[in-house]
């Protein structure tokens, strides 16, 4: 456990409702990502953050948004929830701050599964 | 486009098998490569390769690079039923002072007794 809290671990919500997904990392990592996981896709990249109030899209992005106000904590929120967005969400974190290179490895949460009904 | 391809995409061998998993790649800025196991939960970090040709090894796994082909193998020798799981790679790519990190569709081991 590299220090992850990912809140909540499971949660139903219907169709049409905003949905915020938390991520708490203890490690002061510099880079948290957020993706889906879903069977056959692998691993997609939802949105990322390099730094407080810094982020940039990843492959997945459209009806997610994401806010990093402080070190800490990485939030996605899905605007207006739809079935599609039923998946597996994990939120990991890399860039120790001891390490001056980006080429470290990434640490996972341990997931959030969401339905959309 | 940017984009990571493992294959095969599901294997099924029995004990004591050897195994290779494969990621090719093709992205923009390569900083490096990274494997990963996944069992039941979060995906667990195996490998990072930066070099070509310099072999990683950790028990019965190793891993090596290849930058001028753009791929990666993961080998696996005598295999146990405790090898079954979804194996991940990702590149880790992108300029300025930080990088996104891209994953392919994972290949799924089984190891049956």
């Known amino acids: 456990d590299a220090g992850i809290t990912q809140s909540p671990r499971h949660k139903v919500t219907e169709t049409g409702t905003p949905v915020t997904l938390r991520c708490h990392q203890t490690?002061?990592?510099?880079?948290m990502y957020w993706y889906r996981q879903d069977p056959g896709h692998g691993l997609r990249l939802i949105h990322y953050s390099y730094g407080v109030k810094d982020t940039d899209k990843g492959e997945v992005s459209d009806g997610y948004s994401v806010s990093r106000s402080k070190t800490e904590d990485f939030l996605l929120t899905l605007e207006s929830a739809t079935s599609s967005q039923t998946s597996v969400y994990f939120c990991a974190i890399s860039g120790r701050p001891n390490r001056t290179t980006m080429n470290t490895e990434a640490f996972f949460g341990q997931g959030t599964r969401l339905t959309v009904v | 486009e940017d984009k990571v391809v493992q294959s095969p995409l599901s294997l099924v061998v029995h004990e004591g098998d050897t195994v290779t998993l494969n990621c090719s790649y093709e992205?923009?800025?390569?900083?490096?490569l990274l494997w990963y196991k996944q069992e039941k939960k979060a995906p667990t970090f195996l490998f990072m390769l930066?070099?070509?040709?310099i072999e990683k090894k950790s028990g019965r796994l190793s891993s090596i690079l290849d930058k001028k082909e753009l791929f990666s193998i993961l080998n696996i020798t005598a295999t146990q039923t405790g090898d079954s799981a979804i194996y991940l790679c990702?590149?880790?790519?992108?300029?300025?002072?930080?990088?996104?990190?891209?994953f392919g569709q994972g290949t799924i081991l089984t190891v049956h007794p």
């Open positions: 490690e002061n990592h510099r880079y």
């Open positions: 990702a590149v880790n790519y992108g300029g300025t002072s930080y990088g996104k990190l891209t």
């Open positions: 930066t070099s070509s040709g």
């Open positions: 992205v923009t800025n390569f900083r490096s």
